[in-house]
């Protein structure tokens, strides 16, 4: 029975020891811990790091735009953080571009969840005003464009 025990016990200890390098980030330093300087084997890999990485990030960002301090500092070294796996994205675009391509679009989907948050937390509470329009389709003030181009013919020089 003794026997049983101790097996029983060495399986669970060695099982969470085992398990603790999969545990799933929670936050920025459990990201930086598990990934600073890790170089990926495979597209898998990257992606998988990848995805725990935006997930931690976007839940960062909810908690910043809710006011919590901690995560506003994490907000900005998160950018800088992310920029150091650039070499293995463009490696890994070369070896998988249609998974890359998959996961960018639900990244994409994910991000356009917190794009108001992650707005306000860029630029502020900045009121643009009702003048400001992004509509590229609007029409050019048409008076302005004749002053421009209205030139008497006596003073172009040929």
Do not use: R
Not at 45 to 57: K, L
Not at 68 to 82: C, G, N, S, V
Not at 107 to 133: N, R
């Amino acid at each position: 029975m003794k026997k049983v025990l101790l097996f029983a016990i060495s399986a669970v200890i060695i099982l969470g020891l085992s398990s603790c390098g999969n545990k799933k980030a929670e936050n920025f330093a459990d990201i930086k811990a598990k990934y600073e300087g890790k170089k990926f084997a495979n597209c898998d890999e990257y992606i998988e790091a990848s995805t725990e990485i935006i997930d931690v990030y976007i839940a960062t960002v909810k908690k910043a735009a809710e006011g919590d301090e901690a995560a506003k500092k994490e907000f900005e070294e998160f950018t800088t953080f992310m920029e150091n796996f650039d070499g293995d994205e463009a490696k890994f675009q070369a070896e998988c571009p249609e998974k890359l391509e998959a996961f960018g679009k639900e990244v994409e989907k994910k991000m356009e969840a917190i794009l108001p948050q992650l707005m306000t937390l860029m630029f502020g509470e900045m009121d643009l005003g009702d003048d400001f329009s992004w509509d590229e389709t609007e029409d050019v003030d048409v008076e302005s464009e004749e002053v421009l181009t209205d030139v008497p013919e006596e003073e172009v020089v040929e």
